[in-house]
């Protein structure tokens, strides 16, 4: 039992450790944050840009994906719509074809091959000096692109991510994903001062055309094609920025059995394309993501394990003292009692109740600078405490996958 508290503090302390990180950053750049908030492109410094809309069987969006592309406040000749239909089985093509004729699209066919094929397809036609994608499942804020471009005024910035948010959440499952986005505007904030963004996720990152020929253009990558070009990325110690007014709306899983295929699929590239990229761990050479933020991730995912096992253990034991306690004494009913000398008061309590605490803190301010206010939504409490109860079946998944090499399907 020692070791497994030894095991636990140690998890807590590297937990508490890396939570501090944040809230030093933010500390540190709180007042840029918020100046940072009101910038907004004059119209002076935006550059021709490419966007790819990847299609498979997606005919109930795509047209509300592209019709969002349309209303982009940026001048429509500096912007192109490239959408590209991976070989749909339904009427995909038939919704693509009523923009055949917008001059601002270009609508494109081909055999399926898988979502990077279809974005590598697209950066050989595009003409932007500047290209991204935008999922068809996803649709963007009006004046997200024009946001971006403040970053890349920069010369040395490569690429730029945005901040995505849950469209219209409507059941449990996806309020909270809800609050796991909205953290993850502030994190990707965050991560982005201190030169470390951990992923640029597919909907709506920006990249300069010369980063493909660089790098090369993207790789199947375990169907994680977003996180594999992300460690090139950072191979190349290529300056990666973080757009926290740039919204992305997309539509996340509704059922447990969905969500569950999306993570294992996010969990199982993470891991296979870390081990593919292995020599970036805790190298100096590649800074906070490097040093922290990567392993960080990596450790966080096997703690689930920990997370598990001690949940387990906990009711174990807690049924075979019931179990002894009847034996010995019966079943007696009696008033619940609390008196605080008895009550557990060691470091792993402590830690975790601190953990917590700063926990909570972030994502009320996540909150904030998602929404513009400071709001105590029941989504929080849904995500602090019912997403750990779920998120362990994807990751353990994830993991005996990853360990034994075993293939997993997009879809």
Same mark, same amino acid.
């Given at each position: 039992m020692k070791s497994i508290e030894a095991i636990n503090l140690v998890f807590l #302390? %590297? $937990? *508490?450790?890396f939570e501090v990180f944040l809230l030093i950053i933010y500390i540190k750049h709180k007042n840029e944050l918020e100046t940072e $908030?009101? *910038?907004?492109s004059d119209g002076s410094n935006l550059i021709y840009t490419t966007v790819i809309v990847p299609c498979f069987n997606e005919q109930k969006t795509v047209s509300k994906t592209i019709e969002s592309l349309l209303d982009l406040d940026y001048p429509k000749d500096k912007l192109e719509i490239l959408v590209v239909d991976d070989g749909s089985t339904d009427n995909t093509w038939d919704e693509m074809k009523k923009y055949e004729k917008n !001059?601002?699209?270009r609508i494109y066919k081909k055999t @399926?091959?898988? /979502?990077?094929?279809? *974005? @590598? #397809?697209? %950066?050989? /036609?595009? @003409?932007?000096? %500047? %290209?991204?994608? *935008?999922d068809a499942d996803s649709f963007v804020d009006k004046y997200a692109l024009k946001n971006m471009m403040v970053y890349f005024m920069d010369t040395k910035t490569m690429a730029v991510t945005p901040s995505i948010k849950v469209? @219209? !959440? /409507?059941n449990l499952l996806q309020r909270m994903q809800w609050s796991e986005y909205t953290l993850g505007i502030l994190i990707a904030k965050l991560f982005s001062y201190a030169d470390a963004i951990l992923v640029v996720p597919g909907p709506f990152s920006m990249f300069r055309k010369d980063v493909f020929k660089m790098v090369g253009n993207y790789e199947k990558a375990h169907h994680t094609e977003d996180m594999e070009i992300t460690l090139r990325l950072h191979q190349k110690n290529m300056q990666i920025k973080n757009s926290h007014k740039s919204y992305v709306y997309t539509t996340t899983p509704d059922t447990i059995k969905s969500l569950y295929k999306q993570r294992l699929r996010w969990n199982f590239g993470f891991i296979k394309n870390t081990i593919d990229y292995k020599e970036i761990l805790f190298n100096k050479k590649h800074g906070?993501?490097?040093m922290l933020v990567l392993p960080f991730s990596l450790i966080m995912m096997f703690s689930t394990l920990l997370i598990l096992f001690n949940a387990i253990n906990l009711i174990i034991v807690y049924l075979y003292r019931l179990f002894v306690k009847i034996s010995v004494v019966g079943i007696a009913f009696k008033p619940a009692t609390v008196d605080m000398f008895f009550m557990n008061s060691g470091a792993s309590l402590m830690i975790g109740l601190l953990l917590l605490l700063i926990s909570f803190f972030l994502i009320i301010t996540a909150v904030k600078i998602s929404t513009g206010k400071i709001t105590i939504k029941r989504e929080i409490f849904y995500f602090m405490f019912l997403y750990g109860l779920i998120s362990p079946i994807w990751v353990i998944s994830a993991i005996y996958k990853a360990l034994l090499s075993k293939q997993i399907k997009w879809r």
């Open positions: #302390f %590297i $937990s *508490l450790y $908030s009101a *910038l907004l !001059p601002q699209v @399926n091959g898988g /979502k990077h094929t279809v *974005l @590598n #397809f697209g %950066i050989e /036609k595009a @003409n932007g000096e %500047i %290209i991204g994608c *935008l469209y @219209n !959440p /409507k906070n993501y490097g």
